[in-house]
């Protein structure tokens, strides 16, 4: 997983509050057993019309924006399927971070899996950092995870709250599966505790 | 004394492996349920870093979401279909896991077959790389939905990295009336706290409304605890739950079943409990539910109106309803009962048992779909399908005219050829109303079994309670 320390970037305003995973990604693009090419149907019904041709106003193809790192949008971002398809499209595009009022639990946390730092702050402040981002390509914004601060384009910094295990994992890009496995000698312990406490929980054999 | 616990209190505690200093806990994985769409770049991942499946044994993996509802003994047509289930078959057979194959007259949608085979267990983790594992939480498992990387994780550790949720409870007391069922139950809910309203909870289920569900209506109310937003839905286990998991096939037998059983009593909340949250509903007070918006919390009775949007104060949430009403083609003040529909469907994770089909099949008896609409029913697996006809219920539905289907999750989000066309409005059994859910530019409007046969019958979003 790529590290996700300091990130300056253009930011896309998308002003929709319950944003839901089949809007990210509609579930005939989920045929994939790749995790990269998605980018291109990001956003698919909002992105393109009927025909496939895309619709000028869509923030993600207006000339500013189309090379944007940052998403901003509303409340309960990301709500719907447990998809991993929806980051790995947001990403595929260029997405590295996500800042809304707060997110569905199962996109927070798939999130993280995948370098995407998805930052909450009140509907106020998001609200403010989208007429900043509405001067597009003028107005960057800072994302340091490192000292939590978003900033501003006039210099404004906004702090933020994260669980600090998941930004010590983002901070340094590390596999979780590898982070858990230094533990294995307690999974094997409880194993020996689960088969003399629970014996009752058959093996599962198909067939 | 010790401090009285909740029932997910009591699951999680008992699954703890180890709590990491900054409170994150591994947390341990009963069983893991593995279906086609979430779980290819799992296993690659797999094989890239030379990881094996820890518990092969504690994992079984069926295809569902996919696959054709018409004879499949000819194999999948579409091509990204075919190799995503042919991905999946390799896999299984690559990293020794059980798997229920397509032609099998187990195979269905993983959260039907997981209940119905004994698999899902009280006191129990269950996940899966579906949001709608929630299910299994009628059991009284501790069951919830997960991405892919985490389905890499319960692989390669059959542990997940953790933080405790908070509890909330819904409370439903009360009866529920003529023609109303748990999925009316589950949309009221839905209507009242929100798609946000569980967000960061697990949501106990209690109270007399719920304890008199059968458990197909018990895991019809769990299903949707996504659609509220909550990480997971819980219904303690009672006699009920004992008797509906005694004797199938993958569930502990004869002596292991009553010391299981014997846990499995004490794991009900203790009294006086704390939750960080509580809401009570009164089910005598909920009527046959329909949904009107593309968000499951647009929802009311079926005797209601469309919503006005511009009595909406917020402005965002104004907008929102305006952009929902012009996608659904409805106008603000319409009689719901006045909609006509294009298309009824019948099935899904959501309502796709055999009681729900009873449900269906009691309207459609005597009836006929009405002319111009395309009815279909989609049993939740083989072997609902296979009671279904034992009953005579697939002939009644047949003779009503509506067609009667292979086990897949089918239309509820059209990965496989059952879809909407762009502008169709489709009464259905299952659990999202999002834009292009049933397919590009379809309108979906979510109700009960029941309710849902009502429509195809009468052509529109019908009152069942008028049918009887």
């Known amino acids: 997983m790529e590290k996700f320390t300091t990130l300056t970037a253009t930011a896309a305003p998308l002003p929709l509050a319950n944003v839901d995973t089949d809007k990210i990604i509609p579930a005939r693009f989920l045929k994939t057993i790749r995790r990269t090419g998605l980018g291109v149907h990001l956003f698919d019904t909002l992105r393109y019309d009927a025909s496939g041709a895309e619709r000028p106003e869509f923030v993600l193809n207006r000339k500013e924006f189309r090379k944007a790192q940052i998403l901003i949008a509303f409340e309960n971002f990301g709500c719907g399927s447990s998809r991993e398809h929806a980051p790995w499209a947001l990403l595929d595009f260029g997405i590295r971070c996500i800042i809304a009022p707060d997110f569905a639990d199962i996109f927070h946390n798939n999130c993280f899996k995948n370098g995407i730092l998805p930052v909450r702050l009140p509907r106020p402040v998001c609200e403010a950092l989208m007429a900043d981002a509405q001067m597009g390509g003028n107005a960057r914004l800072t994302v340091d995870l490192s000292r939590q601060v978003v900033v501003r384009p006039n210099g404004e910094e906004i702090p933020f709250e994260i669980d600090p295990f998941r930004r010590h994992l983002l901070l340094e890009g590390l596999d979780d599966i590898g982070q858990t496995l230094q533990h294995a000698a307690a999974i094997d312990a409880y194993e020996v505790r689960l088969r003399a406490e629970r014996s009752w929980m058959p093996a599962i054999a198909a067939g | ?468």
Not at chain 2, 223 to 238: T, V
Not at chain 2, 405 to 432: I, V
Request: aromatic letters at 4%; charged letters at 20%; hydrophobic letters at 40%.
């Open chain 2, 1 to 468: 004394m010790a401090e009285p616990r909740t029932l997910f209190d009591k699951v999680w505690d008992s699954h703890v492996v180890e709590r990491l200093p900054d409170g994150t806990c591994i947390l341990y994985i009963d069983r893991h349920l593995v279906h086609e769409v979430t779980s290819p770049q799992a296993f690659e991942g797999l094989r890239l870093a030379g990881r094996r499946v820890r518990r092969p044994d504690a994992t079984i993996a069926v295809a569902d979401h996919n696959i054709p509802t018409s004879d499949r003994r000819a194999g999948i047509a579409e091509p990204e279909s075919r190799v995503q289930v042919e991905t999946l078959e390799r896999n299984v057979a690559e990293f020794n896991v059980p798997y229920i194959p397509v032609l099998d007259a187990r195979q269905g949608i993983v959260h039907i077959i997981g209940p119905e085979l004994g698999l899902s267990l009280p006191g129990s983790t269950i996940v899966c790389g579906d949001s709608h594992t929630s299910t299994h939480g009628a059991l009284g498992a501790l069951a919830f939905g997960i991405g892919t990387s985490e389905v890499e994780h319960v692989l390669a550790t059959q542990t997940l990295l953790q933080r405790p949720a908070k509890n909330m409870l819904v409370r439903v007391d009360g009866t529920l009336g003529f023609g109303c069922t748990a999925k009316d139950i589950v949309l009221a809910i839905i209507g009242t706290i929100g798609t946000a309203g569980g967000t960061g909870h697990v949501i106990e289920y209690a109270g007399v409304a719920i304890r008199a569900l059968d458990m197909a209506g018990r895991m019809t109310v769990c299903n949707m605890s996504i659609e509220a937003g909550a990480r997971a839905g819980l219904i303690a286990p009672d006699e009920t739950t004992i008797a509906y998991v005694a004797g199938k096939p993958f569930a502990p037998q004869g002596e292991a079943f009553d010391r299981a059983a014997a846990w499995w009593r004490t794991l009900p909340s203790d009294p006086g409990a704390r939750y960080d949250r509580t809401v009570v509903l009164d089910a005598g007070a909920i009527a046959p539910m329909v949904t009107w918006g593309t968000s499951p919390e647009t929802v009311v009775p079926v005797t209601g109106t469309v919503p006005d949007p511009a009595r909406e104060p917020d402005e965002a949430r104004r907008a929102q309803m305006q952009r929902m009403l012009e996608y659904m083609a409805l106008a603000p003040g319409q009689r719901l009962q006045d909609v006509t529909v294009d298309a009824v469907f019948i099935g899904s994770c959501t309502n796709g048992r055999i009681e729900d089909l009873r449900a269906a099949a009691a309207v459609a008896r005597g009836r006929r779909v009405a002319e111009g609409v395309r009815a279909m029913v989609v049993p939740g697996s083989g072997l609902v399908k296979q009671q279904a006809e034992a009953e005579g219920l697939d002939r009644i539905l047949m003779q009503a005219g509506f067609e009667w289907r292979e086990a897949g999750c089918s239309m509820c989000l059209g990965m496989n050829p059952d879809k909407l066309a762009p502008g169709q409005r489709c009464a259905s059994t299952s659990n999202r109303n999002f834009e292009g859910r049933q397919g590009p530019g379809g309108r979906t409007h979510l109700l009960s079994p029941a309710m849902a046969a009502a429509a195809a019958v009468t052509g529109r979003l019908a009152d069942v309670r008028e049918l009887a």
